[in-house]
Nanobody
Framework: QVQLVESGGGLVQAGGSLKLSCDAS????????LGWFRQAPGKEREFVAA????????RYADSVKGRFTISRDNAKNTVYLQMNSLKPEDTAVYFC??????????????????WGQGTQVTVSS
């Protein structure tokens, strides 16, 4: 059983930056691929970014390419999401998730076995 705890959310002006962290415990961190998803009010949860166990495979949603960067530190059991050039449409609750198929960076929420509680990101215009 893997526990995931997100942090780093908050309120930021458009054009600003935030860095989200997700700390994992209860499992072998390097055995999991990790993903970030987000859910805005009234909308379905959507894929943001994913990284496989080694960092050798990374995938981004088109809406965040060039602005967001996912990374992981297996020694610290932590995955990060650096978010730059934030837009009001990035406002959402951001969730990290762990996928036991460690070798792929999947964009499908159905592939993820464990989820954090989420952290709110609000971007003002």
């Amino acid at each position: 059983q893997v526990q995931l705890v997100e942090s780093g959310g908050g309120l930021v002006q458009a054009g600003g930056s935030l860095k989200l962290s997700c700390d994992a415990s209860g499992g072998t961190f390097s055995s999991y691929a990790l993903g970030w998803f987000r859910q805005a009010p009234g909308k379905e949860r959507e894929f943001v970014a994913a990284i496989n166990w080694s960092g050798g495979m990374i995938r981004y949603a088109d809406s965040v390419k060039g602005r967001f960067t996912i990374s992981r530190d297996n020694a610290k059991n932590t995955v990060y999401l650096q978010m730059n050039s934030l837009k009001p449409e990035d406002t959402a609750v951001y969730f990290c998730a762990a996928n036991g198929a460690f070798y792929i960076a999947s964009d499908s929420a159905l592939r993820y076995d464990y989820w954090g509680q989420g952290t709110q990101v609000t971007v003002s215009s």
